[in-house]
Antibody
Framework: QVQFVQSGAEVKKPGASVKVSCKAS????????IHWVRQAPGQRLEWLGW????????KYSQRFQGRVTLTRDTSASTAYMELSSLTSEDTAVYYC???????????WGQGTLVTVSS | QSVLTQPPSVSGAPGQRVTISCTGS?????????VHWYQQLPGTAPKLLIY???NRPSGVPDRFSGSKSGTSASLAITGLQAEDEADYYC???????????FGTGTKVTVL
């Protein structure tokens, strides 16, 4: 079955960077695009961007352009999201999700809590 | 940057029908981009309920249905059950932002 396992919770200081991993299994990794979505405490879902696992092409939300970098390692079937210049407003649960039906996402990782605190 | 607006909350008694609206604009829903709906229980990842406006993934009860018209979309839940108490989000693509957007979210309460 399709499954995504994300890396564990992180605590970072303001100004630092964080890199979250998302390991895929149960399907051909290079056949699908991976999206990254975050959710701050009590807030709505927010789209960060996507990466084509096949050719590595990326598209970032204008809001995070220049601060977020999406990469992937096809040999490890793993996608990565790196966010730099962290502030307390970046405290959130970060999810990876596989694009499937018409641009929706039916398969999601379990989420990774990133806490930014001095 | 909330370009898809949903009511903050809706409620209903068990067995009743509730609807959640998702109001967009000419750069997203009105531009004929597809709308998807997710259910999120506390502390869990979102679950896809409706994709491409009206379609249910395998395993989603037919109590859930989606529709789209003009610059808006709606999710209907018929025969409301206690287990439907959750947050619901719509999602679409926005051409002016050149990216995907989620709605503001709606909390469904079963009375």
């Amino acid at each position: 079955q399709v499954q995504f396992v994300q890396s564990g919770a992180e605590v970072k200081k303001p100004g630092a960077s964080v890199k979250v991993s998302c390991k895929a299994s149960g399907y051909t990794f290079t056949s699908h695009t991976i999206h990254w979505v975050r959710q701050a405490p009590g807030q709505r879902l927010e789209w960060l961007g996507w990466i084509s696992a096949g050719n590595g092409h990326t598209k970032y939300s204008q809001r995070f352009q220049g601060r977020v970098t999406l990469t992937r390692d096809t040999s490890a079937s793993t996608a990565y999201m790196e966010l730099s210049s962290l502030t307390s407003e970046d405290t959130a649960v970060y999810y990876c999700a596989r694009e499937s039906l018409g641009g929706s996402s039916i398969y999601w990782g379990q989420g990774t809590l990133v806490t930014v605190s001095s | 940057q909330s370009v898809l607006t949903q009511p903050p909350s809706v409620s209903g008694a068990p067995g009743q029908r509730v609807t959640i609206s998702c109001t967009g604009s000419s750069s997203n829903i009105g531009a004929n981009y597809d709308v998807h709906w997710y259910q999120q229980l506390p502390g869990t990842a979102p679950k896809l309920l409706i994709y491409v406006n009206t379609n249910r993934p395998s395993g989603v009860p037919d109590r859930f249905s989606g529709s789209k018209s003009g610059t808006s979309a709606s999710l209907a839940i018929t025969g409301l059950q206690a287990e439907d108490e959750a947050d619901y989000y719509c999602q679409s693509y926005d051409s002016s932002l050149s990216g995907y957007v989620f709605g503001t979210g709606t909390k469904v309460t079963v009375l």
